[in-house]
């Protein structure tokens, strides 16, 4: 089980923060980057690490809610404090707690669902959560599988409700950090930045590293090798953010000194505030003594800043229904804080999450001895803490005027009456003989959308078509070179719905040539290439033009997008054809995927001899049609050279 990070040391001045001092006005700062996906947001950290036994997940294991992940957890046998709401959930887990005190079973959510991964994203979506952090531990380990498959459901979620996300390394515990995350991020990790929901800030793919310098035994790095990987992820054309200990500056407290020159090498600086403040006293202690002095630090020097947000420990009794929560939000703000982390999103087991929790005795076991989110006694609604998070980014961006008056109602009020806003940009994003694929940009609501309504147009009416949850769908069964039209419109909960977006006209493809190269011109993706011969060579209809993978660092994977789902039957890998070329053997697999994060296998893994005296070609037979959208190859070795290597890889339905 990872360590919680509220285990490293505790701040000194504790006590202090009780004591309210005389606050500070500061002149708006000045930002070091323009607003990106990271500067100017709202992040959420996004743990992801709930599994139970019976849900799939390689882990098989009550993860991150037991202590013993073997048994279900109980009553004074439980790693979570607070219980979440299940309410949005459709399915869940049981656990050994007596009945929610509303009759239904007391079940858990396991991360390993999609489904669990989409109504979190909703909720991000609904409530002004801009971009994912997500945390990865040392995935060399058993966790490791798990870990991997989070990382494919956060980017499947993330893509189909307009969020962005990004890697956090955390490197508690992880002793072999220093060459082990550099193998991670170039073997697995890396491939993320392909969607186009992975974070980005000045153009470049955001990675963070929390853990350099913090003064405890989990994390026992020295500076140079924490310099190393914050240059090495730079030299890849990182971004990269640190999160870094509450007293990095001073290099005191829970900060080793000596790594001001580590915390300096960041584009970005967050320091960690769990467990450092409980009322606004300290909220405004540690505004005064180190917001504002980080803040000016940091603009010296041109790097970003993103101060923590916590929710407070509700098992402590520290939330007093929001105004802790607001209190650092109207702090960053009048400080002219552009950006900011909420610490956590869904952190059930130290209990400052955000998610949906259980608003009243009601929504959590009869005998789990947990405090719901009523428990200084002022109702609140089980999405309080997102719809404040939600209010206090308005504030922070400027939509709203500053306050420090909190003012999101602890439960929505009246009826709701008002329709989403009209869905945008709906466009078509692949066509097949039969099928037409539609993708277009999030309603709003003063509530929540519940889903969208896919609508055929003919004439002057329309047919409902398919109805999703999500930014995206595929029009199935049509007919071939055929024109259609498409609307969509957004609904809520109570039944209200949107006027129809933008018409988009499409003509269905003709019936397929099987003799046509479906991945001619298509976009690719890669594991890693050296020098110029990036996956790009593959599809240019050019032999002589190559892609390699890095050199020394099998496995490698190449990949090619051919737009929509279409039936695959075989592929012909070439390499160029000089005599030059030497016969040489490549072991591969071949894997397919309809949405890039799930992949099955097509064809084992097996070796393929490419031999100059007949054209250096192979072709791959599929043992029965396969409908894909993305085709994978995997490379584990090469008798020629230590690297993956293809000049052209060929798709055909026949």
Same mark, same amino acid.
């Given at each position: 089980?990872?360590? &919680? ?27 070091? &980057? ?71 079973? /007391? ?13 979190? +994203? ?38 189909? +409700? ?51 310098? +913090? ?62 403040? &409980? ?35 509700? /098992? ?22 552009? &950006? ?119 004439g002057s009416g329309s047919t409902v078509v398919g109805t999703t949850g999500t930014l995206a769908f595929t029009v199935t069964g049509l007919t071939a070179s055929t024109a259609y039209q498409f609307t969509v419109a957004a609904y809520d909960a109570a039944g209200n719905a949107s006027g129809a977006s933008n018409t988009v006209s499409v003509t269905t493809s003709a019936p397929p040539n099987n003799n046509t190269n479906l991945a001619q011109g298509r976009p690719t993706a890669e594991s890693s290439h050296t020098q110029v011969y990036g996956s790009g060579n593959t599809v240019d209809g050019n032999p002589d033009t190559y892609w390699e993978s890095a050199n020394n660092a099998f496995p490698q994977w190449l990949q090619v997008d051919l737009g929509s789902a279409v039936a695959t039957k075989r592929i012909v890998l070439t390499l160029p054809p000089p005599s030059a070329w030497s016969t040489r053997t490549q072991t591969l697999s071949v894997t397919g995927s309809t949405d890039g994060s799930s992949f099955t296998t097509i064809v084992g893994s ?49």
């Amino acid at each position: 089980m990872g360590v &919680s990070r509220r285990s490293v040391i505790a701040t000194s001045i504790a006590g202090a923060a009780a004591t309210a001092l005389p606050l500070a006005a500061a002149g708006t700062a000045e930002a070091a &980057s323009p607003p990106g996906d990271v500067v100017g947001k709202v992040t959420v950290g996004y743990q992801g690490w709930f599994a139970c036994i019976g849900d799939g997940a390689p882990i098989n294991g009550w993860w991150h809610y037991s202590p013993n992940w073997s048994q279900s957890p109980a009553p004074g046998a439980c790693s979570i404090t607070c219980w979440p709401d299940m309410r949005d959930f459709t399915r869940g887990y049981r656990s050994n707690f007596a009945n929610l005190g509303n009759g239904q079973p /007391a079940n858990l959510f396991s991360s390993y669902d999609q489904q669990t991964v989409d109504t979190h +994203f909703r909720w991000m979506q609904q409530n002004g959560c801009d971009t994912a952090a997500l945390q990865r531990f040392n995935p060399f380990g058993g966790e490791g599988p798990t870990r991997d498959a989070m990382a494919a459901k956060v980017r499947q979620s993330a893509e189909a +409700f307009g969020r962005k996300f990004y890697i956090m390394y955390d490197v508690t515990w992880w002793l072999n950090m220093q060459s082990e995350i550099k193998t991670d991020w170039t073997t697995k990790m890396s491939a993320y930045t392909a969607s186009p929901a992975y974070a980005r800030q000045n153009g470049k793919p955001v990675v963070c590293i929390w853990g350099f310098g +913090f003064n405890d035994d989990g994390r026992p790095f020295q500076p140079a090798a924490c310099l190393d990987v914050i240059n090495w992820f730079k030299n890849q054309g990182c971004y990269v953010i640190g999160g870094v200990p509450t007293h990095w500056r001073l290099g005191t407290d829970d900060s080793r000194p000596g790594f001001l020159d580590v915390y300096h090498a960041f584009n970005m600086i967050s320091p960690w505030m769990v467990g450092r403040i &409980s009322d606004n006293n300290g909220a405004d202690w540690f505004y005064q003594n180190r917001v504002l002095p980080d803040l000016a630090d940091l603009n010296a020097r041109g790097i970003d800043y993103q101060p923590c947000v916590i929710p407070g420990d509700l /098992a402590a009794g520290h939330r007093r229904h929001g105004e802790l929560m607001w209190r650092q939000f109207y702090n960053h703000t009048r400080a002219g804080v552009p &950006s900011v982390y909420i610490s956590m999103f869904d952190e059930f087991n130290e209990g400052n999450q955000i998610a949906k929790t259980a608003e009243s005795a009601a929504f959590q076991p009869t005998n789990s001895g947990m405090r719901a989110l009523d428990e200084d006694g002022t109702p609140c609604s089980a999405d309080y803490y997102l719809r404040l998070t939600n209010d206090g980014g308005r504030m922070l961006k400027g939509q709203v005027a500053l306050t420090a008056t909190r003012f999101t109602p602890t439960f929505p009020t009246g009826p709701d009456s008002t329709a989403p806003s009209v869905p945008g940009n709906l466009r078509v994003t692949g066509t097949t003989d039969t099928t037409v694929a539609l993708a277009w940009d999030a309603s709003t609501d003063n509530v929540g959308v519940a889903g969208y309504r896919v609508s055929r147009v003919a004439g002057s009416g329309s047919t409902v078509v398919g109805t999703t949850g999500t930014l995206a769908f595929t029009v199935t069964g049509l007919t071939a070179s055929t024109a259609y039209q498409f609307t969509v419109a957004a609904y809520d909960a109570a039944g209200n719905a949107s006027g129809a977006s933008n018409t988009v006209s499409v003509t269905t493809s003709a019936p397929p040539n099987n003799n046509t190269n479906l991945a001619q011109g298509r976009p690719t993706a890669e594991s890693s290439h050296t020098q110029v011969y990036g996956s790009g060579n593959t599809v240019d209809g050019n032999p002589d033009t190559y892609w390699e993978s890095a050199n020394n660092a099998f496995p490698q994977w190449l990949q090619v997008d051919l737009g929509s789902a279409v039936a695959t039957k075989r592929i012909v890998l070439t390499l160029p054809p000089p005599s030059a070329w030497s016969t040489r053997t490549q072991t591969l697999s071949v894997t397919g995927s309809t949405d890039g994060s799930s992949f099955t296998t097509i064809v084992g893994s097996a070796g393929y001899t490419f031999n100059p005296a007949t054209g250096n070609t192979v072709t791959i037979a599929f043992p029965s049609t396969s409908t894909v959208r993305y085709l994978r190859l995997n490379f584990t070795a090469n008798t020629g050279w230590p690297a993956g290597q293809i000049s052209e890889f060929r798709v055909y339905n026949g």
